[in-house]
């Protein structure tokens, strides 16, 4: 298990993806413990590093008795950080894990290369609120609140379906140390850093629930918006756990913020046309191009490579398989050959193949499914 002892505590964290890609860290909310941006791993790991850890006083993190602060809790990540040797990382917490970022971005800015703060506040609410808390969980165990924090971690709707994850956290909730937890009620308690966000100098993207009556936009995101200089926004019609109840979204929005690449678009539209098409295809285009063809060559390399099929969110395999039912629906023969060819040179299978052409024969009609599946059929032959 992958245990580190730092400040004197038995910290749990997961180190996932390739070496030397940019890390990102991901901190969770109070009540919660790493395996809340589970939803998430598998976009970011397509493009960083991620490291998840629990906070003292959550998950299979050691729980000392006692009040804890928000300087604390993120000497307690820097020290996790400087364990593994990671010097430099972009940050992403939600709520506690928010007001964590906050404290890095003030006092160890050149540690950090990106902020995201998601569901969060400068200051989380007055203290009679988190007295109450911490008064019912030494009296009554983490069972007196799981409801209550139920309510306000997800909307409604999704507390009435079912929902696996809210299960989860109901399960992680009643599970956390009640001592950490009222630790953690104390440094958010005691949190308030209104009178200094000016001098955060990250880039900061500010993520809020429009549904989320912890920390709404009011009073919370709109500070954090407001009084960090260029910080960026986005709101989402989720509850607290945003990345939990709107999973889609809230990653595109942190792809696109972590991800934004200075690069020309042609220069970025070669990449992604080298890593789809194949190397031999590319060079075998750019040597086939004449003055005649060059303005349209490069359209094609800034706008459909450089452009779209650059975005962040979708990976190469679902952008293949739209392409190739698109493709077939339209009767694009040559195009659908390209496309097919590549993807089974890169990732696809035939089992992919089956399933976008049985949806094509269903919404696109049986002749042009026929066609399709003679062409993927010769060069399954071809490649066996």
Same mark, same amino acid.
């Given at each position: 298990m992958?245990?580190?002892?730092?400040?004197?505590?038995?910290q749990?964290?997961?180190?996932?993806?390739?070496?030397?890609?940019?890390?990102?860290?991901?901190?969770?909310?109070?009540?919660?413990?790493?395996?809340m941006?589970?939803?998430?791993?598998?976009?970011?790991?397509?493009?960083?590093?991620?490291l998840?850890?629990?906070?003292?006083?959550?998950?299979?993190?050691?729980?000392?008795?006692?009040?804890?602060?928000i300087?604390?809790?993120?000497?307690?990540?820097?020290?996790?950080?400087?364990?593994?040797?990671?010097?430099?990382?972009?940050?992403?917490?939600?709520?506690?894990?928010?007001?964590i970022g906050?404290?890095?971005?003030?006092?160890?800015?050149g540690?950090?290369?990106?902020?995201?703060?998601?569901?969060?506040?400068?200051?989380?609410?007055?203290?009679?609120?988190?007295?109450?808390?911490?008064?019912?969980?030494?009296?009554?165990?983490?069972? @007196?609140?799981?409801?209550?924090?139920?309510?306000?971690?997800?909307?409604?709707?999704?507390?009435?379906?079912?929902?696996?994850?809210?299960?989860?956290?109901?399960?992680?909730?009643?599970?956390?140390?009640?001592? #950490?937890?009222?630790?953690?009620?104390?440094?958010?308690?005691?949190?308030?850093?209104?009178?200094?966000?000016?001098?955060?100098?990250i880039?900061t993207?500010?993520?809020v629930?429009?549904?989320?009556?912890?920390t709404?936009?009011?009073?919370?995101?709109?500070? &954090?918006?407001r009084e960090?200089?260029?910080?960026?926004?986005?709101r989402?019609?989720a @509850?607290?756990?945003?990345?939990?109840?709107q999973?889609?979204?809230?990653?595109?929005?942190?792809?696109?913020?972590?991800?934004?690449?200075?690069?020309?678009?042609?220069?970025?539209?070669?990449?992604?046309?080298?890593?789809?098409?194949?190397?031999?295809?590319?060079?075998?285009a750019?040597?086939?191009?004449?003055?005649?063809?060059?303005?349209?060559?490069?359209?094609?390399?800034?706008?459909a490579?450089?452009?779209?099929?650059?975005?962040?969110?979708?990976?190469?395999?679902?952008?293949?398989?739209?392409?190739? @039912?698109?493709m077939?629906?339209? #009767?694009?023969?040559?195009?659908?050959?390209?496309? &097919?060819?590549?993807?089974?040179?890169?990732?696809?299978?035939?089992?992919d193949?089956?399933?976008?052409?049985?949806l094509?024969?269903?919404?696109?009609?049986?002749?042009?499914?026929?066609?399709a599946?003679?062409?993927?059929?010769?060069?399954?032959?071809?490649?066996?």
């Amino acid at each position: 298990m992958p245990f580190v002892t730092v400040n004197g505590i038995r910290q749990y964290y997961r180190l996932e993806g390739v070496d030397g890609r940019p890390v990102v860290v991901l901190s969770h909310s109070i009540g919660c413990d790493h395996g809340m941006w589970q939803l998430q791993i598998p976009d970011l790991l397509r493009h960083f590093q991620v490291l998840r850890y629990d906070v003292r006083g959550h998950g299979a993190s050691e729980s000392p008795s006692g009040a804890y602060s928000i300087e604390q809790l993120g000497r307690d990540a820097l020290a996790l950080a400087d364990h593994l040797g990671i010097t430099r990382f972009a940050w992403c917490g939600l709520s506690m894990g928010g007001a964590i970022g906050q404290w890095l971005a003030l006092h160890v800015p050149g540690r950090l290369t990106h902020l995201v703060l998601a569901n969060t506040s400068a200051r989380f609410g007055d203290r009679a609120m988190w007295e109450n808390r911490i008064k019912a969980v030494q009296e009554g165990g983490m069972a @007196a609140l799981v409801e209550l924090a139920l309510k306000r971690f997800f909307s409604e709707e999704i507390l009435k379906v079912g929902n696996a994850y809210v299960s989860s956290i109901r399960s992680v909730l009643l599970a956390t140390d009640p001592a #950490g937890y009222i630790g953690c009620c104390v440094a958010l308690r005691d949190f308030d850093s209104t009178q200094e966000l000016g001098r955060i100098t990250i880039p900061t993207l500010v993520i809020v629930g429009e549904r989320d009556v912890s920390t709404p936009w009011a009073g919370n995101g709109e500070v &954090l918006a407001r009084e960090i200089p260029n910080a960026k926004s986005v709101r989402l019609p989720a @509850a607290h756990l945003s990345n939990l109840e709107q999973p889609r979204s809230f990653t595109a929005a942190l792809l696109e913020f972590l991800l934004s690449d200075r690069r020309s678009l042609t220069e970025k539209g070669f990449e992604v046309r080298r890593r789809v098409l194949g190397d031999a295809h590319v060079d075998k285009a750019i040597a086939a191009t004449t003055d005649f063809t060059r303005d349209f060559q490069d359209f094609i390399t800034r706008y459909a490579w450089g452009e779209i099929w650059s975005r962040p969110f979708l990976d190469d395999r679902t952008r293949r398989l739209l392409v190739l @039912a698109l493709m077939a629906a339209m #009767g694009r023969w040559e195009e659908f050959r390209m496309h &097919l060819r590549a993807g089974l040179n890169h990732e696809l299978e035939s089992c992919d193949l089956k399933e976008v052409l049985l949806l094509v024969a269903l919404y696109a009609g049986l002749p042009a499914a026929n066609t399709a599946f003679h062409l993927a059929q010769e060069e399954l032959a071809a490649q066996r």
